[in-house]
Every structure is written in structure tokens, then in C-alpha cells.
């Protein structure tokens, strides 16, 4: 069974950096597209990352390109998503994802995944 536990948001000051973790289990990593996306308070869920879980190709939504960096450790079963000068703009729950078969390209909800995480706070706020 697939499980995705995400862990690591936390409070922290606009221009701050913090890294996710998403813990994988029950699927191989090796062309497997996973995900990051987020919902901030009082809005839809919005997509940040896509990347190829065995490593490969990465994509990013543009207000975080250049921000963000999603990578992943297949021999520890680990996601992550490397945040930098966050701003209030940030703030939401994030969620790592998975779906089997090509890549999802608009994604607009957790049901539009096979699997998804309990979610972690992120709040950006000085």
C-alpha cells in the first residue's frame, strides 16, 4: 500500500528557508512522477513541483521556479522540497502526491492523485 507522510513545515520569517520531507513507501521510484502541491488558507489547491521520482525531470510552477527546489533520495525512500525566500504568498498545508502513469499536467485536487500525504503547516509570518 502507498503511503506519503509529509514532515518539516514549521513558522518562519518572510526571505526564510525550509526543507520538506515526504516519506514514500509502496511504489518503486524509478518512473514514477510525484508531486508537490499546497493549499493555502482560503484557496484551492495549487501545484508547486512535479519531478521524476528516480531522479530525471523536474518542473515548477513559475512563483516558485527559482525558489524552490524539489529532489529526491530513492535509496532512502524521501522526497523533498528545498524552499527559499518564502514570502506570505507560501503559506499553506503541502502535500507530496502520486500518481502512476504520465505525468499529471494540471492538477487541481488531491483526488486528481492516486495518493497523497496528511499534509504539513507551512505559515511564513514575521
Given at each position: 500500500?502507498?503511503?506519503?507522510?509529509?514532515?518539516?513545515?514549521?513558522?518562519?520569517?518572510?526571505?526564510?528557508?525550509?526543507?520538506?520531507?515526504?516519506?514514500?513507501?509502496?511504489?518503486?521510484?524509478t518512473?514514477?512522477?510525484?508531486?508537490?502541491?499546497?493549499?493555502?488558507?482560503?484557496?484551492?489547491?495549487?501545484?508547486?513541483?512535479?519531478?521524476?521520482?528516480?531522479?530525471?525531470?523536474?518542473?515548477?510552477?513559475?512563483?516558485?521556479?527559482?525558489?524552490f527546489?524539489?529532489?529526491?533520495?530513492?535509496?532512502?525512500?524521501?522526497?523533498?522540497?528545498?524552499?527559499?525566500?518564502?514570502?506570505?504568498?507560501?503559506?499553506?498545508?503541502?502535500?507530496?502526491?502520486?500518481?502512476?502513469?504520465?505525468?499529471?499536467?494540471?492538477?487541481?485536487?488531491?483526488?486528481?492523485?492516486?495518493?497523497?500525504?496528511?499534509?504539513?503547516?507551512?505559515?511564513?509570518?514575521?
Amino acid at each position: 500500500q502507498v503511503q506519503l507522510v509529509e514532515s518539516g513545515g514549521d513558522i518562519v520569517q518572510p526571505g526564510g528557508s525550509l526543507r520538506l520531507s515526504c516519506a514514500a513507501s509502496g511504489f518503486r521510484f524509478t518512473g514514477t512522477w510525484v508531486y508537490w502541491v499546497r493549499q493555502p488558507p482560503g484557496k484551492g489547491l495549487e501545484w508547486v513541483s512535479t519531478l521524476n521520482a528516480g531522479g530525471g525531470s523536474k518542473y515548477y510552477h513559475n512563483s516558485v521556479k527559482g525558489r524552490f527546489t524539489a529532489s529526491s533520495d530513492p535509496a532512502k525512500n524521501l522526497l523533498y522540497l528545498e524552499m527559499n525566500n518564502l514570502t506570505s504568498d507560501d503559506t499553506a498545508v503541502y502535500y507530496c502526491a502520486q500518481k502512476r502513469g504520465p505525468r499529471l499536467i494540471d492538477p487541481t485536487a488531491l483526488h486528481d492523485f492516486d495518493y497523497w500525504g496528511q499534509g504539513t503547516q507551512v505559515t511564513v509570518s514575521s
